[in-house]
């Protein structure tokens, strides 16, 4: 049966964000951040397969922390820190939110995340990414959740998939960087998916702090 979209949309401001996984604290970024996240995000070789380009000094990162907290108070988006062993090692966002468009109830939001490179391989992303998508269906009452990655990124792509995502398709020459043309895959999840998709997970429902 169709879950209808809730009377009352949340004010993203108002929310209490922080949220606990059995490996993971995901909170609001703060500007002490930015030295942890400097090694990372000024290697050019490090963002090549996402949207944004490397940072090419200090005040670029807390630009990009402070732009994170502006979404939130306009309520166009949430972004989370993943903090693991104390420190930021990558983030993870509901972005491009939109409720409605004219006529249509939309209650929609992107899902985009990175994740530090020493940490690949573990299941940490998709172990914050389940916990993201939840908050997004149960506590913002959002019915749809998309995501996409380079058709060539194959880690994104199992963090996509491991997550529960369907695949809807394949763009074609989407996006054009570093001289060429690149393919995007696109995913998305409902909420009436929600449950078959933790019924599967391996490891605990993640709670709040």
């Known amino acids: 049966m169709p879950i209808p979209p809730r009377a009352n949309r949340p004010h993203l401001a108002d929310l209490a964000i922080e949220l606990a ?3 993971l604290h995901l909170r609001a ?3 002490a951040d930015v030295e942890d996240l400097w090694p990372w995000v000024s290697d050019p070789a490090f963002p ?3 949207s944004w380009a490397a940072h090419v000094d200090r005040a670029e990162t807390r630009d990009y922390i402070l732009g994170a907290h502006a979404a939130r108070a306009e309520g166009s988006g949430l972004v989370w820190a993943i903090e ?3 420190k930021a090692a990558g983030c993870v966002a509901l972005e491009e939110i939109v409720w409605g468009r004219r006529a249509w109830r939309l209650d929609q939001a992107e899902l985009g995340y990175w994740l530090v490179p020493p ?3 573990q299941g940490l992303m998709t172990e914050a990414v389940h916990a993201v998508v939840r908050f997004g269906f149960e506590t913002l009452g959002l019915h749809k959740v998309v995501v996409g990655c380079l058709a060539d990124n194959d880690g994104s792509r199992r963090v996509i998939e491991k997550a529960g995502f369907r695949y809807i398709g394949r763009q074609e020459e989407d996006v054009y960087r570093d001289g060429a043309w690149f393919a995007h895959l696109r995913y998305e999840l409902i909420v009436s998916e929600l ?3 933790t019924s ?3 490891f605990q429902r993640p709670g709040t702090v």
Do not use: S
């Open 21 to 23: 996984t059995p490996r």
């Open 29 to 31: 970024f703060r500007e």
């Open 48 to 50: 090549r397969q996402m």
């Open 84 to 86: 693991h062993d104390g």
């Open 119 to 121: 940490l690949w391989g």
């Open 195 to 197: 449950d078959d998709v």
């Open 200 to 202: 599967t997970r391996r």
